[in-house]
């Protein structure tokens, strides 16, 4: 069965930080590219990044780009999200995602993605 489990959301001021978890089970997980996600109310859901399986390719929003960090540990089948400067536009249900054999509409775009986890709530406060 597969799993994802995000951690690490929370209340924070602005210009804080975040280290965001997702723990991943039940799948191959070094197949797949990874991806996090997040959504308001009434807002579609938004890529913010993605990593290919190997790490070492990565995709940024630009609302995000030089202020977040996706990295994964294939060892540990674990995908974290570096938040820093954090701002009150990033207050939103955040998710990770997985993605393989599917057709590839790009590596920030929700269709492209075969699992989703619960979510992890994080809300920037001024």
């Known amino acids: 069965q597969v799993q994802l489990a995000e951690s690490g959301g929370a209340s924070v001021q602005a210009g804080g930080t975040l280290r965001l978890s997702c723990a991943a089970s039940?799948?191959?997980?070094?197949?797949?590219?990874m991806g996090w996600f997040r959504q308001t109310p009434g807002k579609e859901r938004e890529g913010i990044a993605a990593a290919a399986p190997g790490g070492r390719t990565t995709f940024y929003a630009d609302s995000v780009k030089e202020r977040f960090t996706i990295s994964r540990d294939n060892a540990k089948n674990t995908l974290y999200l570096q938040m820093n400067s954090l701002k009150p536009d990033d207050t939103a249900m955040y998710y990770c995602?997985?993605?393989?054999?599917?057709?590839?509409?790009?590596?920030?775009?929700?269709?492209?993605?075969?699992?989703w986890g619960q979510g992890t709530q994080v809300t920037v406060s001024e």
């Open positions: 995602a997985a993605a393989h054999g599917r057709t590839w509409y790009g590596p920030l775009l929700p269709s492209t993605y075969n699992y």
């Open positions: 039940g799948f191959t997980y070094s197949d797949y590219y």
